[in-house]
């Protein structure tokens, strides 16, 4: 395990934290809640994960030795589990709860009730929704929550539009990297392109996510159809897979890679944990996402020095600065993002200028220290008095 106690100060003043995460897919909302726990848990807290049994979160957090609970919580409202987890959270004495997908309210908010503690109740927004939800069911759950953590700007406007959370209770806070990991420093990608058979004299194109309908996999091929035209000096490297029931999306995009003849220079690379070095031996990164409410993909590749080829929607205008860290190109139009990434091919006095300006801006803006003691800060500021002091 962590330890709890690498200095005396933090360990006076560790907080007990149950973290949830109630889905059995694996993409950035997942990997958060991982790296979120992780966080916590090497600075003295005391925390646990609470997910789906089997899936790859309960997996990845047993690898990383932090405590998980397994509840099957699939669709709303789990009375059994509800009971399971209010008692746990009496018997442990939990300070915080805070959880990461929406959906898991109406069965978290019914165990901090039976609990009789009632511990503040945190909720990290990450997906926009259509749907008002303001019936007797969401102002029950909703009610029940201290907090609202939206992720971006769009998310913060699209929790006060449709939920009955008043105004002073929804804060934005961005996701984070670690810029010590994430850091062309550290990294070393040489490897990668020798796996590949990447040459000192070609560049790079890279795409990092899962393989799921809206992420622009189709633009990409498009794009990388059309780049290739017009040189023949550039490679593109997608590293991903699919998430859970999206295993024939990810057949469909390799058999139209190869139906458009693209095999030499497309290259998949499937599922890989060592993403500072796959994105070292990137150049620049592609991000044709139909719609996304942050993209912690973005924030990576910034870190490790490297301009962007992204669409102007929705969270992304949070992190990218078009013109100045990245390209802007028009969701669902191959052409565009073809000319975004050809003019960084040939530019490469640009590539380095936008690459530098991305860094300094996850520095001052995403740097995951500074927002884990956002978090914490945010927490204490919820907890009585009585329970905020020193714990031993």
Not at 198 to 215: A, C, E, Y
Not at 223 to 244: P, Y
Not at 281 to 287: C, E, R, T, Y
Not at 313 to 331: A, H, K, Q, R
């Amino acid at each position: 395990m962590y330890s709890h106690s690498s200095t005396s100060s933090r360990a006076a003043h560790r907080l007990r934290i149950l973290q949830t995460c109630f889905s059995r897919s694996w993409g950035g909302l997942e990997i958060q809640a991982l790296e979120m726990s992780r966080q916590l848990a090497r600075r003295g807290h005391d925390v646990w994960l609470a997910c789906c049994p089997g899936s790859r979160l309960q997996h990845e957090a047993a690898s990383e030795e932090i405590r998980t609970l397994a509840h099957d919580v699939s669709g709303y409202f789990h009375p059994q589990i509800a009971w399971s987890l209010g008692r746990f959270i009496a018997r442990q004495g939990i300070d915080i709860v805070h959880c990461q997908l929406s959906r898991d309210l109406s069965t978290l908010v019914p165990a901090v009730r039976l609990s009789f503690k009632a511990p503040p109740v945190i909720l990290s927004k990450r997906v926009g929704s259509y749907l008002s939800k303001r019936d007797p069911l969401h102002r029950f759950t909703y009610g029940g929550v201290s907090r609202v953590l939206a992720i971006s700007n769009v998310i913060h406007r699209n929790v006060l539009e449709t939920t009955p959370v008043p105004p002073e209770r929804v804060i934005t806070v961005h996701d984070s990297v670690d810029t010590d990991l994430y850091s062309p420093v550290r990294a070393d990608g040489r490897s990668v392109r020798r796996e590949f058979g990447i040459g000192d004299d070609m560049l790079v194109t890279g795409f990092v996510g899962r393989f799921s309908p809206g992420k622009g996999h189709e633009e990409l091929l498009q794009a990388a159809d059309i780049v290739r035209k017009q040189r023949d000096n550039v490679r593109f490297l997608v590293v991903g897979e699919a998430s859970f029931g999206e295993r024939q999306y990810e057949l469909k995009i390799r058999a139209m890679a190869g139906t458009m003849g693209l095999e030499e220079i497309v290259l998949f690379a499937g599922f890989r944990r060592n993403i500072p070095d796959i994105m070292a031996a990137f150049d620049l990164l592609a991000f044709p996402s139909h719609a996304e409410s942050f993209g912690v993909v973005l924030i990576e590749a910034m870190a490790m020095e490297l301009p962007v080829v992204s669409t102007n929607c929705d969270g992304v205008l949070d992190i990218v600065v078009n013109g100045e860290t990245g390209i802007y190109v028009s969701p669902r139009n191959p052409s565009e993002l073809a000319a975004g990434l050809l003019r960084l091919i040939d530019e490469p006095e640009t590539r380095h200028r936008m690459g530098k300006a991305g860094r300094r801006r996850v520095l001052e803006k995403f740097d995951q220290q500074k927002q884990i003691d956002k978090l914490v800060q945010i927490y204490r500021e919820l907890l009585p008095e009585t329970n905020a002091g020193e714990r031993k």
